[in-house]
């Protein structure tokens, strides 16, 4: 499975972006999806996360109220949407996948290569 991630960049503070991760590999169903980020200094987190039935989702508490997590099965792309940005969510973003082989149902665990979200105040 390859993770594709797209729409980092800087924004001011106050100011939105919105991230994409496509998810590509035939062999596999993408099951459960997630965002991580990592901060210069600090460990990954987990920001959000989407279930691949329901859609449920769960958010950091750093992140509710701000930031909407979704995802298009028929496109097998997650989105993240990112609102009232600040300083403190600069770091680089992390598209998660957990994938199902169809041949085997083994499942296994995919990263993106990350995308960098700047907020300057």
């Known amino acids: 499975v390859q993770l594709v991630e797209s729409g980092g960049g800087l924004v001011q503070a106050g100011g939105s972006l919105r991230l994409s991760c496509a998810a590509s590999?035939?062999?596999?169903?993408?099951?459960?999806m997630g965002w991580y980020r990592q901060a210069p200094g600090k460990q990954r987190e987990l920001v959000a996360s989407?279930?691949?039935?329901?859609?449920?989702?769960n958010y950091a508490d750093s992140v509710k109220g701000r930031f909407t997590i979704s995802r298009d099965n028929t496109k097998n792309t997650m989105y993240l949407q990112m609102n009232s940005l600040t300083p403190e969510d600069t770091a680089v973003y992390y598209c998660?996948?957990?994938?199902?082989?169809?041949?085997?149902?083994?499942?296994?665990?995919?990263w993106g290569q990350g995308t960098q979200v700047t907020v300057s105040s």
């Open positions: 590999g035939s062999r596999f169903s993408i099951a459960d």
């Open positions: 989407i279930t691949s039935g329901s859609g449920g989702t």
């Open positions: 998660n996948a957990k994938a199902i082989e169809l041949r085997t149902a083994r499942l296994y665990e995919y």
